[in-house]
């Protein structure tokens, strides 16, 4: 029996089953990049620019860890009241079990 080959688009070199289901994609979903490449954007500005060159993979390893760390727990957020991510999903969840508690 012979193998078949899945029809692509033209140029494309995707098969027609993943292209159709890529035009089904909406912003949002776990399909939009768009947060990835703004990070990544960040990290590239903000560290390995700023900081380069490396001396080498390790030292790039840990600065990458320290930024890490600084853009989840100690970042002022503008779109959060100037708080850090983890202050404002603390108080998230306190401003919730107060809710949940009838406070």
Do not use: C
């Amino acid at each position: 029996m012979a193998s078949r080959k899945k029809k692509t688009h033209r140029g494309s070199g995707k098969p027609k089953e993943t292209r159709a289901l890529s035009k089904l994609k909406g912003i949002g979903d776990s399909y939009d990049n768009a947060l990835a490449e703004s990070v990544n954007g960040l990290y590239k500005t903000e560290l390995i620019r700023r900081r380069g060159p490396w001396r080498g993979l390790e030292q790039l390893e840990l600065a990458t860890l320290e930024w890490v760390h600084w853009y989840n727990r100690r970042r002022l957020h503008s779109a959060i009241g100037y708080l850090p991510p983890t202050e404002f999903e603390e108080r998230y969840h306190q401003t919730l079990e107060a809710q949940t508690m009838g406070i």
